[in-house]
């Protein structure tokens, strides 16, 4: 029998999610401040509200089974996490 369980596994699945979705968070910020800076603020801002929004939506959906740490991580995992395609 492996030394890792399913918890270890799941662990380290996460983890290794939650970089790549601190680098889709990082090039959501990039290009919110690229678009601000040529095409006008508010159109910057609109970058940064359609991920905040699919944020808020990803956490209202996990957050149906009951709140808790790992709800907020998922949904952030599920709007950043794109970035492994990057």
């Given amino acids: 029998m492996s030394s890792h369980t399913h918890k270890d596994l799941d662990e380290q699945g996460l983890r290794q999610d939650l970089r790549l979705a601190h ?5 959501v910020v990039i290009a919110s401040v690229v678009v ?23 956490l209202v959906v996990q957050c149906l ?3 808790e740490r ?9 709007t950043f996490g794109w970035a492994q395609w990057l």
């Avoid at 680098?23 to 090039?27: D, E, N, S, T």
């Avoid at 790992?70 to 599920?78: K, N, S």
């Fill in 70 to 78: 790992a709800a907020v991580l998922r949904a952030y995992v599920v």
């Fill in 36 to 58: 601000g800076a040529f095409a006008g603020l508010v159109y910057g801002l609109l970058v940064a509200g359609a991920f905040l929004t699919v944020f808020v939506i990803a």
């Fill in 65 to 67: 089974a009951g709140f």
């Fill in 23 to 27: 680098v889709g968070l990082i090039v």
